[in-house]
């Protein structure tokens, strides 16, 4: 551990986690359908102008960063073209998209799947941007953002922590207490249920989020290394460590909201504005739902409870987000001279105004306005012997979307069936991680 210069203190980053190998290009799009191109252009660059391809198409993330890059059109003189989609579709559209006529710049993720798509060469090294910008982030950053070839990829702009939110007047008003152990997660799901609420909100319809609940209950109850051993390959999908993880989670499927494979997830977070439901996993983006002011300020959370006291609560999810160059950007100087900007505190200070549900990557952003949530989601972050990204960011993307996504929403409709799912989900995994 070590103390950053603003005062957090972050976990020194694993090698396995962050920089493990990527593995074989080819193996890149496989199973990823090939849909068209997100956005780009092959029309002749204007000096004026970087264009941005975004993921952020909901409401409160659009516009925070619509007004990073105002700011930036403000200071250089440059202005953003940004072209949004759905964050979905942008994620499965994203090798066909980079393989194509990218825009310049393009909003992705840290770790593994930011190495995977430097490795195939589908992304411009910006070693020079981090001679500018390096001072502002520490070093657990700094390896999130490096390729495989220990070069940069990545411009970091926040991260947030996975949690299990609550209503802190729910609590209040039933009695309830913060789990720490399972057993006390069990009993304050029954109870919940008794009082006639939903004990968990649920949506999966998008397939990712059931990814999160895989992740907490495993590295709960397997620990950090048997967990990214998992994720990149290593660890096998029949071994009882993992049937362990299903059948916990099993245990807890009974109080998840019903019809999650049907519900979005931002459905399933207005159950909890509505005190319909007693709690709800998810990362701190959550809040963005709680459009009401004294709804957010009711808002609380607390770490996925402790399964095995040798592993306790010691590992936190803690994603983080920012941008990448495309491999041929058609304004590449001014490509430079926006991801200098948005590794500057001040770009994350704006884009933290309008989205106070996550926390700056830099250590030299003003923290100063930090709202209650977004100090205790710091300091979780800080205190973390170990930090993971998230199953879709830990692992292969094309091993993440057309094997575990299915996977889990077939466990989650059919919970019985789970020692024939995980021998499929082996079975798959060699074949996609034998590509490499």
Known sequence: MRRTPSGLTLPGPSRRTLLRGVGGAAALGAGIPLLSACGGSGAAADPKTVTLGSKASDPVPKKAYADVYAAFRKQSGLTVDVNTKDSNTFQEQINSYLQGTPDDV?????????????????????????????????????????????????????????????????FAEKGYEVPTTWDDFIALCKRMQKDGLVPIAFGDKDAWPA??????????????????????????????????????????????????????????????????????????????????????????????????????????????????MSRSPKNKAGSVELMEYLGSPAAEEIYLKSDPSVVAASTKADTSSYTPLQKKAYEMIGAAKNLTQFMDRDSRPDFTSTVMQPALQKFIRDPKGVDGLLSSIERQKKTIFASS
Not at 142 to 170: C, N, Q
């Open 211 to 324: 990814l999160g609940t895989f992740d907490q209950i495993n590295f709960r109850k397997n620990g950090y290394d048997f967990h990214v051993d998992l994720m990149a390959g290593k660890a096998s999908w029949t071994d009882a460590k993992v049937r362990a993880t299903f059948d916990l989670w099993a245990e807890i499927l009974p109080y998840h909201q019903e019809g999650a494979i049907g519900r979005t997830w931002q459905d399933a977070a207005q159950t909890l504005v509505s005190k319909k439901a007693g709690m709800y996993l998810l990362g701190t983006f959550v809040a963005q739902q709680f459009t009401n002011e004294a709804d957010l300020a009711d808002l609380d959370f607390f770490a996925f409870p402790e399964i095995d006291p040798a592993y306790g609560q010691e590992t936190v999810e803690a994603p983080t987000d920012g941008f990448m």
């Open 106 to 170: 393009f909003t992705w993720f840290a770790g593994y799947r930011m190495q995977f798509f430097a490795a195939k060469g589908l992304a411009t090294p910006i070693d020079d941007v981090w001679q500018k910008i390096g001072g502002n982030f520490p070093d657990a950053m700094k390896a999130l953002s490096k390729g495989e070839d220990g070069k940069y990829y990545l411009v970091p702009l926040y991260t947030y922590p996975w949690a299990i939110f609550y209503r802190k007047s729910v």
